[in-house]
């Protein structure tokens, strides 16, 4: 397949669904045919409430009907080969519908899409699987469905077979599988058959953790032989590690296109309505008395604004705040929490300068550094915080009021070292490790 221009081309993609109007179907063939010749005019209707969005698409109002879904509207982005492309969003984004869009189940109601060579889709459980059919015979049907011929597919069969673990089962029909077999045989006839494009949705989370182990790993060796991937799901972390680039998806947009930590922290932060930085003017500035906040921000190693920042490098935390008065011992300090809510740990400001005695009227700028490879991956709040020693009483605390993303990209120095399942913990340090080989059952003596 040439390299030149994308493989993968979306161009002002809609795809509408008409809200509450079924297709009573018959219940075999002749019924079907008997309808379509008694009643042509009560199926011409039929064919319009359901497929036909004319009426919708030439609206100047946009077709703003209660009646009307947009599962997707005016979506455009291309794809190049070689790709790894995170699809993410909230539930009802358009996510799934974009991959069957892509996977030509379904056709866009407007627009165009271009796809230059071989997909390969896992979107559902048994997708392209036929019930009645054995392991081994939707196997070489897959195969056949990607315009592969036989000896391709015995070329892979073996490949296939022990990835998926379904050895003992390969001539019992898929119908008796279950969803975790159907997931592993499905995955890994997608993955193996050689597609040029290989899309996958959250489908994955039905496996273990073994087995979503070796799915990240094989899509990271599909990606590295050139090919390209797009990827759905609501693990970030599997995300981050897996993609370079990223596309937010929000009722049916293209919210933002660009780098997977920057796409991630937009996706995060959407659903939380916090950022990397936040400033208060005067007029607004929470606070008592004593003390007001003016600006709370998360800087990278490099000291500029982050919203994502790499599990090995160090981050810094920012806050800000005025002392209306003088004379009065305060101290600042900062709560950090995760996703489920723990209190992952709490500074004070240690500062000697300061600590101990009462401080003059003013501006002030409290700075935090965490070292890299402490916190774990994943999105984690901050909150400041000030309290007045001599009145017992917090002059300002501002729950969640900023957020960042952890992401490990498994670079060398990340204390994951290779370790790709999930990784449990709210701290991730880097601890030494010391590892000896022994000659014989005999251990040394200590010391």
Known sequence: M?????????????KIYRVGVQDSASENMVGAFLDFIRSPLKNYRKYRSLYDFSDVLDDGSGGEDSNVLWAL?????EVEQGDVVGVIGMNGAGKSTLLKLLSRITPPTRGEIQIRGRVGSLLEVGTGFHPEL????????NGTILGMRKKEVDRKFDEIIDFAAVDKFLDTPVKRYSSGMRVRLAFAVAAHLEPEILIVDEVLAVGDYEFQRKC????????????????????????????????LLNKGQVVQDGKVEEIISAYLSSGSGVTSERTWDEAE????????????RVLDKDGTLAEAVEI???VTVEMEYELLESGHEVVPNVHFHNEQGINVFMTVDNDKEWSGRPRPAGYYKSTITIPGNLLSEGMLYVTPSLIGLQEKRGEFLVRQAIAFQVVDHMLEGSARAGYTLQFHGVMRPLVPWRTVKYENEHRSQAG
């Not at 040439?2 to 809609?14: A, E, T, Y």
């Not at 590295?224 to 370079?244: I, K, W, Y």
């Open 73 to 77: 509207r005016d979506v455009s982005f």
């Open 216 to 247: 990240i790993n094989k899509m990271q060796d599909v990606s590295g032989e050139g090919r390209t991937v797009l990827f759905v799901s609501h693990n970030m972390p599997s995300v981050a590690r897996l993609c370079d680039r990223g596309i």
């Open 312 to 314: 090995t490098d160090p």
């Open 2 to 14: 040439s390299s030149k221009g994308p493989v993968i081309r979306v161009d002002n993609v809609s």
């Open 134 to 141: 054995t392991g081994r015979e939707n196997i070489y049907l």
């Open 285 to 296: 500035a929470p606070g008592g008395n004593i003390a007001r906040l003016r600006a709370v």
